[in-house]
């Protein structure tokens, strides 16, 4: 069992960076593939980005492709989400989330874990 905690959320302004960081327990973390998952109010959840076991593949989504950056710390059990020149639409609650493999996939389906999410708010 993989537990997930967010951290790193608050308030920036348009312009801003910020860096939310995942911590993970559990079994070896290189197993496990991880993504950033967002949530703005009133809006389904979208990807964000997703990194491979060894972090050897990423993926984005086209909106915060250039803007962020998804990294990993095997030895440390973290991955991080770097953010730059944040938008006022970047406003949401950002999950990390895994699937069971070290594959990585923007397919929200195959996650099976899940952090509590840290909430990031971007004021124009």
């Known amino acids: 069992q993989v537990q997930l905690v967010e951290s790193g959320g608050g308030l920036v302004q348009a312009g801003d960076s910020l860096r939310l960081s995942c911590a993970a327990s559990?079994?070896?973390?290189?197993?496990?593939?991880m993504s950033w998952v967002r949530q703005a109010p009133g809006k389904e959840r979208e990807f964000v980005a997703a990194?491979?076991?060894?972090?050897?593949?990423?993926y984005y989504a086209n909106s915060v492709e250039g803007r962020f950056t998804i990294s990993r710390a095997n030895a440390k059990n973290t991955v991080v989400l770097q953010m730059n020149s944040l938008k006022p639409e970047d406003t949401a609650v950002y999950y990390c989330?895994?699937?069971?493999?070290?594959?990585?996939?923007?397919?929200?389906?195959?996650?099976?874990?899940w952090g509590q999410g840290t909430q990031v708010t971007v004021s124009s």
């Open positions: 559990g079994p070896t973390f290189s197993n496990y593939a």
């Open positions: 990194i491979s076991g060894r972090g050897g593949t990423t």
């Open positions: 989330a895994a699937p069971k493999d070290n594959i990585a996939t923007m397919l929200e389906a195959r996650y099976t874990y």
